[in-house]
């Protein structure tokens, strides 16, 4: 990470100051008091959220109601320039200058400091604020306190800047991935041996391989031509194909019309059977006209006398109905005569 510029407002003691720096190292020179040490302490306080032994109000200059930090820098992970910017007051803002637009963080330990972890290119887990107290802003005359203390302090203090922990910790992760590359080695270092030994034979294989080649060779040729015998296989194929289609459609023609004439022999016979029993009938009616010209007379006869009988039927329900009526009408008569008589 290089920092570009640090702007302050109602900062401690400087009212409305912005700093540049250039690549490499710069030197802030003043008088005692001038502010020299709150340049570093808004660094700490905006990017690492660090304020030392300070309270928030301490932060800020007297007569403000609040104070502001705004830092530039170019990040370690994707070599763009962004702005951080802190308000006692507002919180966090991030901008993007390149794209002209705010980043939407606003939880500090959420969203802020995981992102600045990320631009800083440390690991997820670094706290920021013991970073900075202890490697980046190191008090004055203190920078090489810590080499001075016991071996147990001095290892608090670097085992933490050195990740002395996580070094083991990955040790320990990774010591499965060493067994696993160790036996990889070994599968490999027998196969070195297995071709080593086969180039042993490599004239050998050599000779054999020349051999298969003119194997191939002539192979191929064949091949070629079998492959062209193929094609005027194939072709002759096809034009039996197409004759045995042709056959195949002039055997159900010829079945067809086999059948279509065994059904008209069929109808034939029948047609002359009916013509034999036809001539049967005309020989046996000739025979028989006589007979049947008599019959016919006969018949006719039989048919005049049926109607005589029907008609004599008729006459003598007639007569029947006539003497019945004179009956009633006699009946009628004696009656009228008696009445008659008893009248006189």
Known sequence: MQILSVALKNFKSHSDREFQFQIGTNAIC????????????????????????????????????????????VSDRDGRTYEVQRCTTKGYTLYDPQLSVKLDFKLINEEVMPWLRQQFNVAPGTD????????????????????????????????????VEEYKSLHRDLKPLEDLAKAEVEQLDRKITECEEALQEWDAVKERRSTLHREITQNQA?????????TQLQAEKDRLATQAQVVRQLQADVQKAIAQAEGKRQANQVLRQSVDRAQQAVTICTAKRSSYQAFQQAEAALKSLDQ??????QLQKSRDAQQQALRDRQSELTKLSLQLDRTH
């Open 30 to 73: 003043g008088e005692n008091g001038a502010g020299k040490s709150s340049i570093l302490e808004a660094i700490a306080w905006t990017l690492f959220n660090h304020t030392g032994a300070y309270n928030k109000e301490d932060l800020i200059r007297n007569g403000a109601s609040s104070a502001q930090v705004m830092v530039r820098f």
């Open 222 to 230: 064949t091949l070629a031509q079998l492959q062209t015998k193929l």
């Open 308 to 313: 005589q009988i029907k008609q004599r039927q």
């Open 128 to 163: 920021l604020a013991r970073l900075f107290a202890n490697t980046i802003g190191v008090p004055q005359g203190t920078f090489t306190a810590a080499f001075l203390e016991t071996t147990e302090n001095r290892r608090k203090v670097f085992d933490a800047i050195l990740k």
